[in-house]
């Protein structure tokens, strides 16, 4: 069993900065790929971050060039850096791990970010 818990979420003004982070209850980058989703309100769940085992990462088009994912081995965790936050990222943020062998899968509780004008 792996537990995700994030934080980092809050309230922050449209074109502010927050970083979620996502630790996992022991060392697992090594096989499962790492994603954040976001799930507003009266909407689905959307992938916005992905960093696989070998650090490839890639993005959402509506984040690219404004977030970041990344990955600390030693601390077992994951970011997401966001800047330039928009109204339209507020929604609860999610970690998933996948492990694509065994189709192993994990989920955070989510954290809220709420963007304001």
């Known amino acids: 069993q792996v537990q995700l818990v994030e934080s980092g979420g809050g309230l922050v003004q449209s074109g502010g900065s927050l970083r979620l982070s996502c630790a996992a209850s022991?060392?697992?980058?090594?096989?499962?790929?790492m994603r954040w989703y976001r799930q507003a309100p009266g909407k689905q769940r959307e992938s916005v971050a992905f960093?696989?085992?070998?650090?490839?990462?890639n993005y959402a088009d509506s984040v690219k060039g404004r977030f970041t994912i990344s990955r600390d081995n030693a601390k077992n965790t994951v970011y997401l850096q966001m800047n330039s936050l928009k109204l339209e990222d507020t929604a609860v943020y999610y970690c998933?791990?996948?492990?694509?062998?065994?189709?192993?899968?994990?989920w955070g509780q989510g954290t809220q970010v709420t963007v304001s004008s």
């Open positions: 998933n791990a996948f492990e694509p062998m065994t189709k192993s899968e994990y």
């Open positions: 022991r060392n697992i980058f090594s096989i499962y790929n």
């Open positions: 960093i696989s085992v070998s650090g490839n990462t």
